[in-house]
T-cell receptor
């Protein structure tokens, strides 16, 4: 079983729509959770960390559900520039700098 | 701004050749990583280094080796390239401090082995 699993999509949404997607992780001991964003033919970049209480960064909201071992990302008022692949990232062990990456969820925002 | 650079954006090599991929970071990061990224599989860790001359195997080290002689430079070596090593290779770096898990990536090297 993969450590991090994501629905690959693609999610095709019109501008202004809300889109949400989840990822699941297999190791219940995982400590830290992130969403990275990867534009086409570019390198991944940190979008936001995911905290237990949930957190927002502008139009982006991340949630963590430890009991069910999933994290979610919601994008409100989608912009064309939000088109990207969103990578779910987990640290499988505490005090470990290694990250486990999901294969990514592709979002395409159309005009 | 953190900058991670990789020696080539595109590389074409023949089966059996020895291949060197170089990565340099300018932020004095202790940790450096090599990943490969393949469609549907995501990023998979090949090797990791947390200090000069230190290295740890990642999830898929077979067929690869690494070298870290200087803090800013981390090299990935394919001793004898094979077609199944055709992939996008990404280098990353991060601080070694509590909670410092953000990794900064280079632009990637797309390697084709024919």
């Amino acid at each position: 079983r993969k450590e991090v699993e994501q629905d690959p999509g693609p999610f095709n949404v019109p501008e202004g729509a809300t889109v949400a997607f989840n990822c699941t992780y297999s190791n219940s001991a995982s400590q830290s959770f992130f969403w990275y964003r990867q534009d086409c033919r570019k390198e991944p970049k940190l979008l936001m960390s995911v905290y237990s209480s949930g957190n927002e960064d502008g139009r982006f909201t991340a949630q963590l559900n430890r009991a069910s071992q999933y994290i979610s990302l919601l994008i409100r008022d989608s912009k064309l520039s939000d088109s990207a692949t969103y990578l779910c990232v987990v640290t499988p062990y505490s005090n470990d700098y290694k990250l486990s990456f999901g294969a990514g969820t592709t979002v395409t925002v159309r005009a | 701004d953190v900058k991670v650079t990789q020696s080539s954006r595109y590389l074409v090599k023949r089966t059996g050749e020895k291949v060197f991929l170089e990565c340099v970071q300018d932020m004095d990061h202790e940790n450096m990583f090599w990943y490969r990224q393949d469609p549907g599989l995501g990023l998979r860790l090949i090797y990791f280094s947390y200090d000069v001359k230190m290295k740890e195997k990642g999830d898929i080290p077979e067929g690869y080796s690494v070298s870290r002689e200087k803090k800013e430079r981390f090299s990935l070596i394919l001793e004898s390239a094979s077609t199944n090593q055709t992939s996008m290779y990404l280098c990353a770096s991060s601080f070694r401090g509590e909670g410092s898990y953000e990794q900064y990536f280079g632009p990637g090297t797309r390697l084709t082995v024919t």
